[in-house]
């Protein structure tokens, strides 16, 4: 009883903590994974069909192409955004004029809601009354309309999207990890005749190890869980050519009046979608560890 009073003042930060955790985590995903195994539409009665659902879900074309999407989408957004956030803070570490307001208009999007990056992105690449095509069209660089969110560039254009909310906030991780550097580093190697692209190759990327690795790993899992955006942006479409494997899922659980969209709810079917996504992106991430592990061995 002692102990219990002696450590109260600590309890009493620990336990809504702890409650919250329970019930907003471990229940829900305990939740989900029992109706992984039953059929359920959220209304209704609830019938045991042990692995049919993932039977089901093997043979659903429309998830194994969200997953490509995924894929092509995730490695889009990170072979743009992980270089030009790393030369951006490169360039923004030096002692250039306006560097302050530089730094926080490149970081503004991170904190602006994708739900409303997403709408300003549509009024912007609206095919037929959007914004770059109504100048293009007036400065006569096009004939016509470019379809921006049809089926041939509508993946281009949500990656450009996910692009632009994404570079500040690994420009100001990366910008950290530059700060680190000593810039006595720098000034020896100068002086044994270094140029600047061979300090930056065997001095800023091998000292800034540590922090890419941290970086690349919350990108790959940033990129490849990534929904909301699109969800406003292009509701998955056109024909799916947008639809990644949360937004699949989401629309199992709540189905939405839109393109590509799932007609009715599935419970069930969307737990074990959910299930089989979160195993896919937990391997990817595993498999990048284990490689990064490797490359420092190296």
Same mark, same amino acid.
């Given at each position: 009883?002692?102990?219990?009073?002696?450590?109260?003042?600590?309890?009493?930060?620990?336990?809504?903590?702890?409650?919250?955790?329970?019930?907003?985590?471990?229940?829900?995903?305990?939740?989900?994974?029992?109706?992984?195994?039953?059929?359920?539409?959220?209304?209704?009665?609830?019938?045991?069909?042990?692995?049919?659902?993932?039977?089901?879900?093997?043979?659903?074309?429309?998830?194994?192409?969200?997953?490509?999407?995924?894929?092509?989408?995730?490695?889009?957004?990170?072979?743009?955004?992980?270089?030009?956030?790393?030369?951006?803070?490169?360039?923004?570490?030096?002692?250039?004029?306006?560097?302050?307001?530089?730094?926080?208009?490149?970081?503004?999007?991170?904190?602006?809601?994708?739900?409303?990056?997403?709408?300003?992105?549509?009024?912007?690449?609206?095919?037929?009354?959007?914004? *770059?095509?109504?100048?293009?069209?007036?400065?006569?660089?096009?004939?016509?309309? =470019?379809?921006? @969110? $049809? /089926?041939? %560039?509508? #993946?281009?254009?949500?990656?450009?999207?996910?692009?632009?909310?994404?570079?500040?906030?690994?420009?100001?991780?990366?910008?950290?990890?530059?700060?680190?550097?000593?810039?006595?580093?720098?000034?020896?190697?100068? *002086?044994?005749?270094?140029?600047?692209?061979?300090?930056?190759?065997?001095?800023? =990327?091998?000292? @800034? $190890? /540590?922090? %890419?690795? #941290?970086?690349?790993?919350?990108?790959?899992?940033?990129?490849?869980?990534?929904?909301?955006?699109?969800?406003?942006?292009?509701?998955?479409?056109?024909?799916?050519?947008?639809?990644?494997?949360?937004?699949?899922?989401?629309?199992?659980?709540?189905?939405?009046?839109?393109?590509?969209?799932?007609?009715?709810?599935?419970? $069930?079917?969307?737990?074990?979608?959910?299930?089989?996504?979160?195993?896919?992106?937990?391997?990817?991430?595993?498999?990048?560890?284990?490689?990064?592990?490797?490359?420092?061995?190296?």
């Amino acid at each position: 009883m002692s102990k219990i009073r002696k450590y109260a003042f600590s309890y009493s930060f620990i336990i809504p903590s702890l409650f919250l955790t329970l019930a907003l985590g471990v229940y829900p995903i305990a939740w989900a994974m029992r109706y992984m195994f039953y059929d359920y539409k959220g209304y209704g009665t609830e019938r045991f069909i042990g692995f049919d659902n993932f039977r089901q879900l093997f043979q659903d074309s429309l998830f194994w192409d969200s997953v490509v999407n995924t894929f092509v989408y995730a490695g889009g957004k990170l072979v743009i955004t992980l270089p030009l956030s790393l030369l951006l803070a490169v360039l923004l570490n030096r002692g250039i004029k306006g560097r302050n307001f530089l730094r926080a208009v490149y970081f503004m999007p991170t904190i602006i809601s994708s739900a409303v990056i997403a709408v300003v992105f549509f009024n912007i690449f609206n095919s037929y009354n959007g914004i *770059l095509n109504q100048y293009l069209l007036k400065w006569h660089i096009i004939d016509k309309s =470019i379809d921006w @969110l $049809g /089926p041939d %560039l509508a #993946m281009f254009t949500t990656i450009l999207l996910a692009v632009w909310g994404a570079v500040g906030n690994y420009m100001l991780l990366f910008l950290a990890g530059l700060q680190n550097i000593s810039d006595d580093v720098y000034e020896s190697a100068s *002086l044994d005749g270094a140029s600047k692209p061979q300090q930056f190759w065997y001095i800023t =990327i091998p000292m @800034l $190890g /540590p922090v %890419l690795q #941290m970086v690349i790993m919350l990108a790959i899992i940033n990129a490849l869980k990534g929904y909301e955006s699109i969800m406003v942006f292009t509701e998955g479409g056109p024909i799916g050519k947008t639809e990644v494997m949360f937004l699949y899922v989401y629309k199992l659980f709540f189905p939405v009046a839109g393109q590509g969209a799932v007609v009715e709810q599935q419970i $069930g079917y969307g737990s074990a979608a959910g299930f089989t996504t979160a195993l896919i992106v937990g391997a990817i991430t595993v498999i990048y560890q284990l490689a990064s592990k490797r490359l420092n061995r190296l």
